[in-house]
């Protein structure tokens, strides 16, 4: 069975270039990955915030929050 | 041809979860990843920072720098 991962992002640039190299390099074999826009999907950030997301991008892997660079505050997504 | 995909870490807690989260979870038909303890190859230091790693733990992909989390500074590491 594959694992969910979740990448919430919001657009920025550093989200996609997160986005394009690391959320597209796991292995699709493991992982179903979904992409997450919270600047469009606003009704998800308590979801990210539950899981632990401070900011994005994050991927999601078995209930724990990995911020990949920095792009943007969760707070300001809100 | 697989591409390179280096994961730079110190040891620390952060540094080996995301090892076993993040790094390990890349696609192994399309990446080689090389884990680099930089606390026990000081030398390599100077490589990661000019790949733009100012933390680890750190993936460096196609010569950029994905920060994950934050376990320690490239600083206390030289």
Chains 1, 2 share one sequence.
Do not use: T, W
């Not at 986005?19 to 390099?25: G, I, L, N, P, Y």
């Not at 009704?43 to 943007?72: Q, T």
């Amino acid at each position: 069975m594959k694992s969910k991962a979740l990448f919430y992002h919001a657009g920025c640039p550093v989200c996609v270039d997160a986005e394009q190299k690391v959320a597209a390099a796991l292995d699709p074999q493991r992982f179903d990955v979904e992409i997450v826009h919270l600047g469009e999907a606003k009704e998800r950030v308590a979801e990210a915030e539950s899981a632990g997301v401070k900011s994005v991008p994050a991927l999601v892997m078995d209930g724990a929050a990995y911020h990949i660079n920095f792009g943007a505050d969760l707070a300001v997504l809100k």
